[in-house]
């Protein structure tokens, strides 16, 4: 059985840049959610994806946004960076039946 | 209303100590709490997870203390090791919706020989 994996590990981008980050699923899992994760602070929700749509939304801008794959990976988009944008994304995958959520490392994102 | 609080923030535990971290949330509608466990450098890992039909669960050296009526719950880490070193996180649900998991801020735990 394969983790979550996420792609990549860490970058740096300039303010007012775009950046993609990606997620593949735990095998078998249809369900993938993105979490924010500032330093020092808990995961914040920012969407969550089943079936190629959006389903659920955190208090984050349209800057945001994400797509779901037939294969159920997944990639989260961010526009035009601010310095807040600086955090670990998580990336967690799940069954819709389940509430258990496995977690990828991360990416590690860096905005100057 | 969606607020999980979560204390201390930080805890030092000698070895073979009792390690307790309390959280607590407001909406009702929440049925599922999982704790996780999170290192440096990697993603949060399940730990061990209850729901309100039950006020205790122990898993190991693990065990979940749940107060529904005061909207309550811990975790209590017996014989705590220094391989225990992490960032811990309760959290909260509503699992019938499949909604977004709702982290406490975390606490830090260091265990000391």
């Known amino acids: 059985e394969t983790g979550v994996t996420q792609s990549p590990t860490h970058l740096i981008k300039t303010r007012g840049q775009q950046v993609t980050l990606r997620c593949s699923s735990q095998?078998?899992?249809?369900?993938v959610s993105w979490y924010q994760q500032a330093l020092g602070q808990g995961p914040q929700f920012i969407f969550q994806y089943y079936r190629e749509e959006e389903n659920g939304r955190g208090n984050f801008p349209p800057r945001f946004s994400g797509l779901q794959f037939p294969n159920y990976s997944s990639e989260l988009n961010v526009n035009a960076l601010e310095l807040d944008d600086s955090a670990l994304y998580l990336c967690?995958?799940?069954?819709?039946?389940?509430?258990?959520?496995?977690f990828g490392p991360g990416t590690r994102l860096t905005v100057l | 209303q969606q607020q999980v609080k979560q204390s201390p923030q930080s805890l030092i535990v000698q070895k073979g100590g009792i390690s307790i971290i309390n959280c607590a949330y407001e909406?009702?509608?929440?049925?599922?709490f999982p704790w996780y466990q999170q290192f440096p450098g990697k993603g949060p890992a399940l730990l061990i997870a209850i729901r309100p039909d039950v006020s205790e669960k122990k898993e190991g050296r693990f065990t979940i203390s749940f107060n529904k009526s005061a909207k309550q719950f811990s975790l209590h880490i017996m014989d705590s090791q220094p391989g225990d070193s992490a960032t811990y996180f309760c959290a909260a649900s509503r699992e019938t919706s499949y909604d977004k998991v709702i982290f406490g801020p975390g606490t830090s735990l260091s265990v000391i020989p």
């Open positions: 095998s078998g899992h249809n369900t």
């Open positions: 967690a995958s799940s069954l819709r039946t389940h509430n258990e959520q496995f």
């Open positions: 909406n009702t509608a929440f049925d599922y």
